[in-house]
T-cell receptor, first 113, second 115 residues
């Protein structure tokens, strides 16, 4: 069964450093997403991406964050100058279209120290 | 604005008991989609079901069943004869009809099943 792949599974970074979280969505999916889950809390939407541009973003997705599809397969989330409160599980997801089968990756646990 | 409310923060049951997880949603869209996800202790999000707003038929899949009622904006999830492996956090989620729209999650219900 096709799956969304995220790397790394766990990343530790120092406060103020830049991190790039990587995702390989399902190949025939057109929509890509990043979500965040702070430990013990709900899953929160960050951004959706379609046709090489952001289609929707939440209040959380400020200038500290950026997304990119650098090639035909990868989808990345960059966090500039990380803060302690950026520590969370970051999930990538992809879908074929609206309301259809969001498939989530297994997540990247980011720890900012 | 869209919103999902899971009023039950934690539920504890003994194996073989039936348990119902509640989900109430708010949306102005006439077409929307409802989901349930399971998050086991390992942390991944496991898709359980998707329902569109025009399909109010209840669904049963093994020990799992879902009751969708538009009149009360609810999409409840029942586990029959619960097992220890059902212990997890369960999230209800809602998305609109626009392509690429966000999936809005509830806060989740932590289910603990003891033997």
């Amino acid at each position: 069964e096709p799956e969304v792949t995220q790397t790394p599974s766990h990343q530790v970074t120092q406060m103020g450093q830049e991190v790039i979280l990587r995702c390989v969505p399902i190949s025939n999916h057109l929509y890509f997403y990043w979500y965040r889950q702070i430990l013990g809390q709900k899953v929160e939407f960050l951004v959706s991406f379609y046709n090489n541009e952001i289609s929707e973003k939440s209040e959380i997705f400020d200038d500290q964050f950026s997304v990119e599809r650098p090639d035909g397969s990868n989808f990345t989330l960059k966090i500039r100058s990380t803060k302690l409160e950026d520590s969370a599980m970051y999930f990538c997801a992809s879908s074929e279209g609206q309301g259809v089968g969001y498939t989530f990756g297994s997540g990247t646990r980011l720890t900012v120290v | 604005a869209q919103k999902v409310t899971q009023a039950q923060t934690e539920i504890s049951v003994v194996e073989k008991e039936d348990v119902t997880l509640d989900c109430v949603y708010e949306t102005r869209d006439t077409t929307y989609y409802l989901f349930w996800y399971k998050q086991p202790p390992s942390g991944e999000l496991v898709f359980l079901i998707r329902r569109n707003s025009f399909d109010e038929q209840n669904e049963i899949s093994g020990r799992y069943s879902w009751n969708f009622q538009k009149s009360t904006s609810s999409f409840n999830f029942t586990i029959t004869a619960s097992q220890v492996v059902d212990s997890a956090v369960y999230f209800c989620a809602l998305s609109g009809n626009q392509a690429g729209t966000a999936l809005i999650f509830g806060k989740g219900t932590t289910l603990s099943v003891s033997s």
